[in-house]
Nanobody, 126 residues
Framework: VQLQASGGGLVQPGGFLRLSCAAS????????TAWFRQAPGKEREFVAFTGWSGRTKLHAESVKGRFTISRDNAKNTVYLQMNALKPEDAAVYYCAARLDYSGDTYYTKQSEYRNWGQGTLVTVSS
C-alpha cells in the first residue's frame, strides 16, 4: 500500500490542523495505521495509533486530549485532528501502516511499520 500525507502548514499557537493520509494500491481496511512525527534535531516519535477497524486507538501522552486519530476505510484515509497546537508540536508528520488481522494489538514502534508516507510539515508559530 502507498501512503500520501497532506494537510500540514503554518498555524499559530492554539490553532488547529487536520492531517490526512490517503492510501492507494490496496484497501486500508486490513492495515493498522499510525502517525509519527520528527522535529529538527530529534528522533522520530510516536503520536497516535488506530487499529484496522478504528475501534482501538492510542495517543501519546504529549498529545492526549488535543489530537485525535480517526480513519474512514471507505475513503481509504486516516486522519489526525490536531487542536490547541503548541510550538513543540512543530515537526514533519508521517503516516505509517502495517498489515494487521488481529485488530487488538497496539503498534507504537517505528520498526513495526513497513509502509510509510512521505511526511507533511507542520509549523506552529506566531
Amino acid at each position: 500500500v502507498q501512503l500520501q500525507a497532506s494537510g500540514g502548514g503554518l498555524v499559530q499557537p492554539g490553532g488547529f490542523l487536520r492531517l490526512s493520509c490517503a492510501a492507494s494500491g490496496r484497501t486500508l481496511s486490513n492495515y493498522a495505521t499510525a502517525w509519527f512525527r520528527q522535529a529538527p534535531g530529534k528522533e522520530r516519535e510516536f503520536v497516535a495509533f488506530t487499529g484496522w477497524s478504528g475501534r482501538t486507538k492510542l495517543h501519546a501522552e504529549s498529545v492526549k486530549g488535543r489530537f485525535t486519530i480517526s480513519r474512514d476505510n471507505a475513503k481509504n484515509t486516516v486522519y489526525l485532528q490536531m487542536n490547541a497546537l503548541k510550538p513543540e508540536d512543530a515537526a514533519v508528520y508521517y503516516c505509517a501502516a502495517r498489515l494487521d488481522y488481529s485488530g487488538d494489538t497496539y503498534y507504537t514502534k517505528q520498526s513495526e511499520y513497513r509502509n510509510w508516507g512521505q511526511g507533511t510539515l507542520v509549523t506552529v508559530s506566531s
